[in-house]
């Protein structure tokens, strides 16, 4: 992911320091984190910038075999290749963000976010990935480029576009700030409060922490007086290394001793498993946000736990 120019600024300084006239293919690539190789093998799209067919024949040829299989092409300047890729990153954002938004009204209104977004998904103009209501996007990708989009829209001073992408980073933002308010009105107060983060990866399924939104709410509830631990099944390593002012476990069961709330932050599919009778007799205080749906918040209130989930009334 580059900003737009790079390529023709690429080419421009090979050919002057080669003295030789070269070409250059702009192949941007969308992988899913955890799903890289399957993505390569079987992508939805293959975008050629090139600037002549020569270049593009050459690429084409090292696609052959995942052509064959009728992968769609889209072939292209330089600057429309490397705009798609932080458009298309944007465009997701903005879906997550939109789908958060509405979880607002509905947590106020009583309606089921998740239901709506069923429901949204099936208009096969919309679809159903990417509106799930939680903590909002992070990772190493959609946030960095969707600042990377806003400033080429601000660059270019194209407003509707900038504005836009703040109004997604600030209900982005938002979805943690909101955690805050719903575990202060459970505790009242969160000085002194041990509270336990069930994930630290920004998503399942990998240990990488950068820019996710567990870390953020970890590090609130930390500058609101409480004792931090955090749990993740892959991620705890990283998490002592880089975040060692934090307590990290790969336990669930180690994790909770004591705490006066837990907030599911990742959606390990292993926390749908977590017994809540059991549990409840680790901690101090049955209190729990489920910000990335993942449990049966009857079965928990069933055993005496006060459940909040995130976008629900």
């Given at each position: 992911t580059v900003p737009v120019g790079t390529a023709a600024a690429a080419l421009e300084l090979l050919n002057e320091t080669s003295g030789k006239k070269l070409h250059l293919v702009w192949n941007p690539e969308f992988l899913r984190e955890g799903h890289a190789?399957?993505?390569?093998?079987?992508?939805?799209?293959?975008?050629?910038?090139?600037?002549?067919?020569?270049?593009?024949?050459?690429?084409?040829?090292?696609?052959?075999?995942?052509?064959?299989?009728?992968?769609?092409?889209?072939?292209c300047d330089f600057e429309t290749a490397e705009l798609v890729k932080v458009a298309a990153n944007a465009f997701l954002a903005t879906k997550i963000s939109f789908i958060n938004a509405i979880a607002e009204?509905?947590?106020?209104?009583?309606?089921?976010?998740?239901?709506?977004a069923d429901a949204l998904g099936l208009d096969d103009r919309i679809g159903?990935?990417?509106?799930?209501?939680?903590?909002?996007?992070?990772?190493g990708c959609l946030p960095k480029d969707t600042r990377s989009l806003k400033s080429i829209a601000a660059k270019h001073q194209t407003r509707g576009l900038s504005d836009l992408l703040d109004s997604v980073e600030s209900i982005n933002a938002g979805r943690k700030t909101r955690v805050i308010e719903l575990a202060k009105a459970q505790l009242n107060d969160l000085a002194g409060k041990r509270v336990v983060i069930l994930?630290?990866?920004f998503k399942p399924n990998t240990d990488d922490i950068r820019d996710?939104?567990?870390?953020?709410?970890?590090?609130?509830?930390?500058?609101?007086?409480?004792?931090?631990?955090?749990q993740d099944e892959m991620a705890s390593r990283v998490v002592a290394e880089e975040l060692p002012h934090f307590d990290s476990f790969d336990a669930v069961e180690k994790a909770v001793v004591g705490a006066d709330m837990l907030v599911i932050a990742t959606e390990w599919a292993s926390y749908s498993t977590i017994a809540p009778k059991e549990l409840g007799e680790l901690v101090s205080e049955k209190n729990i946000i489920v910000a990335r749906k993942s449990i049966d918040p009857?079965?928990?209130?069933?055993?005496?736990?006060n459940v909040k989930i995130l976008g629900h009334g």
């Open positions: 190789v399957a993505d390569t093998m079987r992508p939805d799209r293959v975008v050629i910038g090139r600037q002549n067919s020569f270049a593009e024949a050459v690429l084409r040829d090292c696609y052959r075999e995942i052509l064959n299989l009728g992968t769609p092409v889209v072939t009204v509905a947590e106020s209104t009583g309606a089921d976010t998740e239901l709506i159903r990935k990417f509106l799930n209501n939680g903590l909002g996007y992070g990772g994930g630290a990866a996710s939104p567990a870390i953020e709410i970890a590090e609130l509830f930390a500058s609101h007086g409480a004792s931090v631990a955090i009857r079965l928990w209130s069933d055993y005496g736990w």
